[in-house]
């Protein structure tokens, strides 16, 4: 699989194609200018593959190069980010 995280603005999400039509999501608001990650979601036959990882990954790249700043509201996207330290120029708490 070497699909991209695209955004999905009308639904407010972060997508990363995984199969067909069936997609990881990481679920966003925006608050005060900034892309508040309230949610990550990965189909349950698809978990422990790392899909998650890769979504979180290719989400704070997609984030860095559009300039903008996230807040993160998810237990997922915090975890990556305590392993990630790479992403801090993205977090913006």
């Known amino acids: 699989m070497d699909a991209k995280v ?4 009308l639904q407010h999400r ?3 194609p995984i199969a067909g039509e069936i997609f990881a999501s990481a679920y966003y608001r ?3 200018g900034k892309v508040a990650l309230i949610h990550t979601e990965v189909p349950s036959e698809f978990s422990g593959q790392g899909i998650a ?3 979180a990954q290719g989400t704070f790249e997609l984030l860095r190069k ?3 700043k996230a807040i993160l509201k998810c ?3 915090n975890r ?3 392993k990630h330290p790479e992403y801090a120029d993205v ?3």
């Open 14 to 16: 972060f997508e990363l």
């Open 66 to 68: 559009t300039g903008r």
């Open 53 to 55: 990882s890769r979504l």
């Open 6 to 9: 695209v955004e999905n603005t």
């Open 80 to 82: 990556f980010f305590a």
């Open 91 to 93: 977090v913006d708490g």
């Open 30 to 32: 925006i608050e005060s």
């Open 75 to 77: 237990p997922f996207m």
